[in-house]
Every structure is written in C-alpha cells, then in structure tokens.
C-alpha cells in the first residue's frame, strides 16, 4: 500500500481508536503537452500521476464533517445543514464541493477523516483539484450516491471557480476524475470530449520541480486571457481553438505584436498537442519528444510564462542524451517542467540534471519518474490490519 494511503490510516486510528470504513484517494496530474488552451476552449493532454490526496473516513450520524489534514497539522469542522465562507483557508475546497453537491441536489451525509497528500504543493501538479477530488469521493461513499466521472469533475471545477475563487479550467479536476492506468487522455476542453492515448513503450515521463513557486502572478494571467480573448475576436471566432494555422497566417497582421505571439502560442499549441496525440497512437516516442520541446519554446518567447529556472532545467534535460523532448508544465513562472527520457537512461538522466541545474541556479531539484494512473477511487479496509 501507498507510503501516504498507511500514514493516512495510522493517523485515523490514533485519532479516532479503530481503523476507517474506507480511504479514497484521487491523483494530481502533469501535463504533457497543450498549456494555456484550456480557457481558450482547446486541447490538452494530461496524465494522473502516482502522488495523489488520500482521505481515510468513516461516517458520522450527524451532519457534521470534521476533517483533520496532516500536512497542515490541523483540523476544520463544518455542518451540512449551514456551510459559511471563512477567510482563505485550506477548508474551504472541502467547503467548496460540499456547498457544490448540495446546490445540485445531492443527499450529503456526514462523515470524520484524516487527510494526507504526496502531490508538491505548488509546483503545478494540481494538488488542489486532487483534494476536491478526494473530498467528493469521499461523500459518495458515506453518502451513497452514484459516481458519474465527468459530472464530478465538472462539479469540483465549479466549486474552485465559484466558491474558492480561483478562475482553473477544466482539466485538473477531469484528469483527476478519469485518468486511466498507463495512459495519457486528450482532453476537448470545449465539450469534455476525450480519449486515452497508450504512452510509448520504451519511454518514461520524467517531472522536474525547479523547487521554484510563482508569486502572485493573477494579473498576468488575467492579462494572457484578455490577450487571447481579444484575438480570438479580431479573427471571427468564438475561442482561439477554433482559428487554424491558415487563419492565423492570413490574419495576424491584424494583431498587435504581443496580442500576435499570445496567439501564435494558442493556435500553434492546440496544433502539437493533436499532433503528439496521434504521435503517442503509433509509438513514436521522437515526434513527441520534438513536440514538446517546441512547446516550451513557444511558452518561452511567444506566451512568456517561463522563468529562468523553468529555461535552465529544461535545458539541462535537452541537451541529455537520453531525453528525447522537454518542456515547463502547469502554468509557469515555476513550478515543475516534464522530460521524456529513454527507459534505460531514467537514472543517470536523473543525476545528470540534478548536478546540472544545481550548477547554475545554487538550487537541488526534485525529480521523478511518473506513472500513469488510475482517476480518483475509494477503497474499503475492512481487510486491513488494525
């Protein structure tokens, strides 16, 4: 059993005298490739990982849910029969997709737990989405309720947008809903469409965490958004997805120049990560590697949310041997960046980049391989050990 699903036991047992009736558990994610389309109505194409949020409950026969966070070394307790807003808080995602199921008819019952998370917090792989995730699994299970996939990612989305503020796309909560062992999932983030795509064999995803957080950067992102919207009007169309590359030719004269890269960025970016998709279908581990190095590029010069850590890891990792393409995840200005590294060549990849980008940032970085997972799932314990 995962390292943080038995510390999440153990500390439910302590707290509460006897083992929970269920952990659940929902992954974060990294993206492989299509950054900054998914308010543009785009493409991208994320995986869940190994690291995710996990919640060991049982239920209560009041309507009170208390919760206990063991990385925040603290508890928040809040009734069902009246959910408040309080200052800025890790309890208020809980709140959030609690207030949520509600406001969309859900029974909601009670219940206590503990909660734990080997996600970094902050590096871009999504420890937030994973936690609403968790949080809503988590009332499915004492609450009864059928799981439908898509609805709760849709949901969770919504309770960050409207409860927690925070203006996310779909794709966080959605990957973490329906990711699927040992694939990636192009995702339409127009109507939710999506497929699995099988990652090449002979490969593995590397994520590197520059250990290196963005600052308050809300109103660089708004602008991003401004920029995009503005374009997409001068085009004629609705999103930045629906303008090709020959529209983009034909009309980004019509642009101003920095409107012009944010768009080149967009059209360009839903263009690779099709093509990667496709790539990834027929095995071709080169294509993909290619792609993705393009990728960062454009974010580099055209969308300009790098940093120089972000540049200098991922151009240690492109200048390997053994990596075939590299690129920042998530949505920049730190955070973590995502390599694609020949199988056999995964450790002394790993050692090469660690000396490399200490040597030029004075910083250690963190790096490991990730596996594709399985979206979020609840599992008894009435096998498990006290």
């Not at 492989?32 to 109505?41: A, F, M, P, R, V």
Request: hydrophobic share 40%; net charge neutral.
């Amino acid at each position: 059993m995962n390292q943080t699903a038995r510390k999440t036991i153990d500390a439910f047992h302590q707290r509460f005298g006897e083992k929970p009736v269920w952990i659940v558990r929902a992954p974060g994610r990294v993206n492989l490739i299509g950054e900054h389309t998914d308010y543009n109505d785009g493409y991208v194409l994320p995986m869940a990982i190994d690291q995710a949020t996990w919640i060991a409950l049982r239920p209560r026969t009041s309507r009170q849910v208390q919760l206990y966070s063991l990385d925040h070394v603290a508890a928040c307790s809040f009734s069902l029969e009246s959910i408040e807003r309080d200052r800025m808080h890790w309890s208020e995602y809980p709140k959030g997709v609690a207030h949520t199921l509600l406001a969309h008819g859900y029974p909601l019952s009670g219940w206590e737990g503990v909660t734990a998370c080997d996600i970094p917090m902050g590096a871009g792989l999504s420890s937030s989405a994973s936690f609403e995730l968790a949080v809503a699994r988590a009332f499915s299970a004492v609450s009864g309720f059928a799981w439908d996939k898509q609805l709760m990612a849709r949901l969770c989305q919504q309770a960050e947008n409207q409860w927690v503020g925070v203006k996310c796309g779909i794709m966080d909560q959605m990957i973490s809903a329906i990711g699927e062992e040992g694939k990636a999932i192009l995702i339409d983030c127009r109507d939710y469409a999506h497929r699995a795509v099988p990652l090449p064999t002979g490969v593995m995803v590397v994520i590197m965490d520059t250990m290196t957080r963005r600052g308050l950067v809300e109103s660089v992102y708004n602008e991003r958004r401004q920029q995009c919207q503005e374009a997409a009007k001068i085009f004629g169309v609705k999103a930045l997805r629906d303008a090709d590359l020959d529209t983009y030719k034909q009309q980004a004269t019509l642009l101003n120049p920095i409107t012009r890269r944010r768009a080149k960025h967009v059209v360009t970016e839903n263009h690779r990560t099709l093509n990667t998709a496709a790539a990834m279908e027929r095995g071709d581990a080169t294509t993909c590697g290619r792609l993705m190095n393009e990728s960062h590029k454009s974010l580099r010069d055209d969308f300009e949310v790098t940093n120089d850590a972000l540049n200098a890891i991922v151009a240690a990792a492109q200048s390997h041997p053994g990596c075939l393409g590299a690129r920042m995840t998530g949505a920049g200005f730190g955070g973590c960046a995502v390599a694609l590294v020949e199988t056999s060549k995964v450790e002394s990849f790993s050692q090469d980049i660690v000396e490399a980008y200490q040597r030029s940032s004075q910083l250690t970085p963190n790096l490991y391989p990730a596996n594709a997972s399985k979206g979020a799932s609840i599992e008894s314990t009435i096998s498990l050990p006290p």
